[in-house]
């Protein structure tokens, strides 16, 4: 099982910046689509609506919020009100409840998925588990705020930006109040802090370099590549394995929680399996992952990385705790799947070239590469292998996808 270095180089380097929903991003769909048929995988398209990034959306809200200070210097009650809603849609919005999140979805981008088949299915056409290894499409931006002296310290930047949100309102509350009239105005500090975000965050989508990706996620795609071939010419006893290619990862995760908002499977027999940023750094695994509110990982396949891991010392793999922006990992623990993240991280427990210029084809190592994708084979080979076989009646024929050319216009 060989990483094609082709792959890599013709994503990040032929078709360049894959921004969500835009037409080189379409181009690596059709891409996918085409390496996918070579190796004789059905593949469908799965359209979703995607936001150009995530970043307009909490320059809207944070401005909404910070604006209630200077109306409260002529009506404390009306500037509460204003940033009572606004901090009340930032909330919705990180519960995934898209309140405003699906006006700035103005663009079409779409999921590739195939599906290789077990070779053992039960009466229905049940697999006894289900595999879905993931890797986004799209790329990000580079901007001020992607600066390694920030991201070292995210969490905490983001705690404040929290902090802000709630103490805006709380404080023009109290200065509706008499004895508590004058406390309000240290809500200065919080909303000159917002709009410092606002500003790095505009800075980033106006200013900022579309990043070619090759580290992210060009390395991860063509892991998925590399591992649809092997599975491909050895089908697995028990275990089906769904490759999805993700549309709009680095715009909050969309073309992931599209997905899983279309699709329905059984927690207990679907594994999730996402490689992210493989191709630099040591490549480690997920034991839990999430900026703020931190979700752990499946027990079960950590377990299992451990054992292999352990048998591979050459690998210098280890268990690692994300807790940078979402991936799309996240969105599968969130709904209660089993899910870890396969991962490529420095010294400091973080990607290299992570949102930076310096993520171009040199920076990726092939081998490491190769890691990744051997982990995550041996992972789905171990689940195959600890699972009890459902009813053996017949072998199964490849599903009937439909496969087409048609990629959603802009």
Known sequence: MAVNRADISALARDIGPRLPGTGKERRAVH????????????????????????????????????????????????????????????????????????????????????IIPARVNDEIGQPARRVILTAHLDTARSGLLWHTSLIKVLRSVVITIVSCVIWIPILLLAGNFGRFSSIWQIAWLPMIILLLVAILLTEAELRGEALIGANDNASGVAALIALANTLKNGHLDNVETWLLYTTGEEAGQVGMHGFLRDNSFLPEETYFINLDQVGAGTIHYTQSEGLLRSRPSSDQLLKYAGEIASRHPEWGSEPANYRLMPTDQYAALIEGYEAISIIGLDENGLPPHWHQTSDTLDAVDVNTVQIATELAYELIRKIDAEVTPRRNLADTQDLPLPVTDDVPSS
């Open 31 to 114: 891409y996918v689509m085409r390496r996918l048929r070579e190796i004789g995988v059905p593949a469908a398209l799965l359209p979703v609506r995607v936001p150009p990034s995530f970043a307009f959306m909490y320059v809207v809200l944070f401005c909404w919020i910070a604006v209630g200070v200077p109306i409260g210097t002529v009506s404390p009650l009306i500037g509460f009100i204003i940033s009572l809603l606004g901090a009340i849609v930032f909330g919705l919005e990180l519960l995934r409840v898209p309140v405003i999140s699906r006006l700035f979805a103005t663009r079409r981008g779409s999921n590739v998925l195939g």
